[in-house]
């Protein structure tokens, strides 16, 4: 049972608790806004927000046996990291194969994903140039663009993606937002 002391003790820690939950850790600082720019690099699924430049496929393949290799295996095949390249078809089956080519739904968002994350050791390191062109490779390789073809702010959002119809939006457009 409680008595007005310990109903009193209780509600004094309670406000001692949420003061220093309000105040926080105190780790870290505050971001400036310099370095809250140069992270604001999203790019929507219809390529809003591409940067300008351009990569082919065969500048992906330099660039990607010097800074990809190591981790996604030859042409994409996976070991030690994650396979890119292959899956085509295994998704509904018992063990899915999740690789650019097979679950991925929009080629900009291959972009988008290369260029903030990868190589994962130095992320946002690329240029935007040598982003299109390891995209350009990775697209190749999954049979999805011709060797020729040239990856840019225009041609990107173009690319069909073989899953592209498969997913459905956590939250749908809304005229009224």
């Known amino acids: 049972m409680f008595t007005r002391k310990s109903l ?5 820690f309670s406000a ?13 600082v505050q ?4 370095q809250i720019a140069a992270w604001d690099i999203s790019i929507a699924p219809d390529g809003e927000g ?3 430049g351009s990569g082919t496929v065969v500048d992906g393949e330099v660039l990607y046996l010097a800074q990809c290799v190591a981790c996604h295996g030859f042409e994409g095949s996976g070991n030690p990291n994650n396979q890119l390249v292959g899956g085509h078809g295994s998704l509904s089956g018992p063990r899915p194969v999740k690789t650019v080519g097979s679950y991925w739904p929009y080629a900009t968002t291959v972009f988008d994903y290369t260029r903030r994350a990868m190589p994962y050791a130095y ?19 999954n049979g999805i663009i011709d060797k020729e073809d040239v990856m840019d702010a225009n041609t990107l959002p173009q690319v069909e993606m073989p899953n592209r119809d498969n997913f459905v939006l956590a939250y ?3 005229p009224d937002w």
């Open 31 to 34: 971001a400036t806004p310099a």
């Open 16 to 28: 001692a608790f949420v003061s220093a939950a309000q105040e926080g850790p105190g780790l870290g």
């Open 123 to 141: 992320s946002n390191s690329l240029t935007d140039d040598q982003v299109y062109s390891v995209t350009a490779y990775l697209l190749f390789l």
């Open 8 to 12: 009193w003790l209780c509600s004094l």
């Open 50 to 52: 591409l940067p300008a």
């Open 172 to 174: 749908p457009e809304n």
